[in-house]
């Protein structure tokens, strides 16, 4: 039974943590944190926990929690987790890191778009935890550095085509959309129900943090620089991001011939599902799955694909990714306490 | 491996039905029937499936169903059930019937509220399926009435009371709220997004056919008959019915004492969940689970107690409580793949 | 041209009264207080302002407001209020105060359920602002206390029964439910979208302090002490308030009863609309208007009665009926910029 | 007082049309027809109206609506309305048509998208009815075709950029998401509470039918062909169109010069609005008025924009354009009952 602790657990990725762990067979939840809620209950914050899971809040030092868990889930904000991430890594505990602090390599781009980096030596050793890209480096590693949500729809979305150099790099527009989720628990006149319901937006549009995270994955992969154009929005739904992915074909494609590619291309992931011709994926069929949907339609006139990826972004976009390179990293099923069907109606 | 068949699996219920069994450790979908989708399949109607169940819609007759499956759960509508039943229990096969064909003892008070019974002669035979008071009939029944949504929330939320004798039975009022699933996925005016969405409205108060239901349990429970007035409203959410009922106490109790007597009265039960003094419950801690939340508030002047009951329609409320019935008949485990936790947020 | 003020505009009323001021022929908007969003303007904070009201916040004093404005709305919270509006009656100024520091007669009825009063000289001269019981006293007053959002939607609902004498005064239960934003627009956990979207529950149940203001006002009328049993939820809606007034007859009375008896009571009220028998009210059908529709559900057998009643919250609840009462107090036709209709769907 | 019928108003456009009529004071409404409610009261389908309007649904024929009306609102769905907008014509009323009948010049593209025409005749004579560019032709014309929804939001969020010739014709794309109310009042699975609620999809990728009439008027515009590749999807949200149109800019270009070509071009007009810089368009700072709200934002690297422009697609996009048309073909005030505010929170 592996002992796992959460490190600033009271949030909404905090509590899908605890929720998808409260049902794995081969985990204990040994130490869940935050300083908001200490000594209280998980199911006095959380009542959905009630008779389900008996536990307290602890405001612990990552050393105590270290001292608790052998594999270690961080979930705190960005520019707090690399405090606490070098410290459970010296006490030789694995981690899977939920924020962005070990996401970028190159630390001038992560002090450009975030802040000042503690730990920055640690960089070169995190792995992108993005299982389909990444498993094997995954399986290996000490640090994970789990993806962002949009990065996880977009990258999982664009990847097969861009490794197999059928887009035109210069042509790529991402716009997404995602539930008010993605905003965390914190009180912000912004995330309200009367601001958010009944509403639809464009926020931070070409400006957002996760583009370079996403061009340095997508870069990557097509083995050239990439730049992305990214346009957020937000949906007035709690969970679900989808992205609608347009770029140039550089040579006439129909949408079959791209499923075909998307279907070999993912041959052996069970996660990712390649909606059939004609159908494109809806977030209501992926909500409380670790599943990422991808569905395709050409303008072949205009040689011009949109791709269309739809997640969950607290499950695949947060949460449920982070188990299941949990899994990986510790030598179990990679789908163990993943395999729900998505919450329809 | 159970063979199980569902006779009328297209609607909403059927699908919660599918969504459950899917991931069953004991059982196998043998047969799903549909005449609007014979032939397609269950993923091409409900994506989320995609990947996760390879099946499709068959229009087969009870007959034909009853040859592929051991176990059979008839997810007709009520005045169509009645005549599909007869011949599965023929057949020598056991049922739980979603409909309300078979929850009401007195067939006169059937015929009064519904339709003439095509069947009547079942009634005696028939077990009402609520596990939390039926066990054993249920691990004895060859033919369970699955309990009403509406009904699963009030029996629950007002039995221990009942039986305990503390409540004018002369008192009870039912406010009751339920999200839009209930009303099915047949394409009607007032089921539309656009009529529901932020909109909120009693219906069909002190004359929905679901009272006589609640009226026969309870009045068993208590020993004498049980008069409820009885005030349904629709709710702009998918799933989830909040049952606030109002009763004069006989005596002085505190909200701490019926407490006590409700956690004695479920004290073995998993999907019963008394709150703690002071909480009441929502619908979001429920939301995908087989749990019924309940709590409490006296205004001790009026000497008037509400007890609030919350639970998912589609889960505890129709599928998941039939899939706890047939669990209870064919002797595995309760709560076998009924053990999740809400999706929340 | 009326010169008017709102003192404590940044709220969801504030800007409910901004946003039908700004269409009110006989008003001018003189200023608008906000600590918070001092020197910004309007159409910043409440983007649908653009082009429609021109206008910046301002952080002033009672006094300056007065030298600015002929009528003041006071929409700061309780217990602040009560600091406000001495200065503005001393001022010489009309006043409508949108607090709950005027509603209540009996000083210690208030302390008890709010705060230690700073003016409670002012308690015998401010009338109850209900046009539909007190337009003469309004019509006379120097200082009106807007009632409050759920005591508007009861008293409308139960003052024609109580008047006329036809219902127990033991027995009255009030089940209310109200959108969001009742809670107002300050950051709060549970008011997130993600909190409240997909989810209901009772809160404050039988200890709302809204409760003593329905009883000081149905007693009133009544000719008798009331007390009531009062239950409050929250709905995941924006606007709208729904409660449902369970009762019993002292006399046998049909709903077409209630409904002549109501419709003769209201005969001359432009804004309480009285359903047609078989219909009950919608919080959509009044979305956006000073309206509350009533409609009415009979038990026979139990002698007891269902009313409903509908408002929305911010407008007939808060700011319309403020306005409502501005008119009235200033000699305006009682209408003025209030005769819209629900937006629907 | 211009009397004025509603050929086919049962809809949710009807329905719409007759809620802003009824308070236009220089209109009567003189005739609304419905098969499906014949003899009803617009009251008893749209309780909202009870008390503001008393008019019944009746079965009329175009000759016997002509008899009763000076002006009549086409709102047949396409396909029918041509068979009836003739008869209106040729019985010398003007004519606004809110369907897609009239409102594309080449009949072969009309009917490759729709169906067979009954009335090419007129085609010629219609006049596009989007008044921000066809004004004085409008003022003139017997008959209009009122823009669909979509094509307004994206011909007023493109058209000053075209005109000018800022941006590439080959790079346009247009990521649009409307709300549920576009899809009608037609009971259709799609369209229900529990399949919308919670969801997101795109739906018709680069094969909606308003492509062509989008490429028609921005042809026009920028007197050059255009292609668009469009890509709809569906917002749960009642009512609102956003539309993020991406192209490259011809030059480099910020977005405070965007703003200051978009002011100038639409400097005299009262219901499109332009946002002042950093800021972009919300659906519901627009809903239930007639404004268009557009923002900018420039992706400097890539010398790509994102133009946003929302609109309330039953307002702007249907009911109010088309009353802002008559106002305009009666020589009346233009914003003549069209002057309120949205209704936020």
Do not use: W
């Not at 008779?51 to 707090?80: Q, Y």
């Not at 011939?257 to 993912?266: C, K, P, Q, W």
């Not at 990714?321 to 949990?326: D, E, G, H, L, V």
């Amino acid at each position: 039974m592996l002992r796992v602790g959460i490190y600033g657990a009271s949030g909404y990725t905090g509590q899908e943590l605890m929720r998808i762990l409260a049902r794995h067979p081969g985990v204990g939840i040994a130490a869940v944190t935050s300083r908001r809620y200490k000594g209280i209950a998980v199911a006095d914050v959380y009542p959905a926990f009630q008779g389900r899971l008996d536990l307290k809040f602890m405001d612990a030092g990552p050393e105590e929690v270290a001292g608790r868990a052998d594999f270690i889930f961080s979930a705190l904000p960005h520019g707090t987790a690399m405090e606490a991430v070098p410290l459970f890594i010296k006490a030789g505990k694995k981690v899977v890191d939920l924020s962005a602090d070990y996401r970028l390599r190159d630390v001038s781009v992560f002090e450009k778009h975030y802040c000042r980096h503690a730990s920055p030596e640690l960089l070169g050793k995190a792995v992108y935890g993005l299982p389909e890209l990444y498993r094997k480096e995954i399986a290996a590693a000490g640090l994970v550095a789990n993806p962002g949500c949009y990065p996880t729809s977009v990258i999982l979305g664009l990847a097969p085509a861009l490794k197999k150099g059928i887009l035109d790099p210069a042509s790529i527009i991402v716009d997404s959309k995602s539930g008010a989720s993605g905003a965390g628990r914190e009180p912000k006149t912004g995330s309200l129900f009367c601001e958010v319901n009944g509403g639809f937006k464009a926020y931070n549009v070409f400006k957002h943090r996760h583009t370079p995270e996403m061009e340095q994955e997508l870069g990557r992969i097509s083995g050239s620089e990439i730049r992305i154009s990214f346009a957020p929005h937000l949906l007035p739904i709690t969970r679900g991001i989808l992205s609608t992915m347009y770029a140039t074909l550089r040579r006439d494609m129909s949408a079959a011939d791209l499923i075909s590619l998307y279907r070999a291309f993912y041959r052996d992931e069970k996660f990712v599902r390649i909606c059939p011709e004609g159908a494109l994926p809806n977030v209501s069929s992926v909500r409380g799955t670790n599943c990422c949907d991808i569905g395709f339609a050409v303008d072949g006139e205009q040689r011009r694909v949109a791709v269309c990826s739809a997640i969950d972004n607290l499950f695949k976009g947060a949460a449920g990714q982070a188990i299941q390179n949990m899994n990986i990293m510790t030598g179990l099923e990679e789908d163990t306490a993943l395999d729900m069907l998505a919450l329809f109606p």
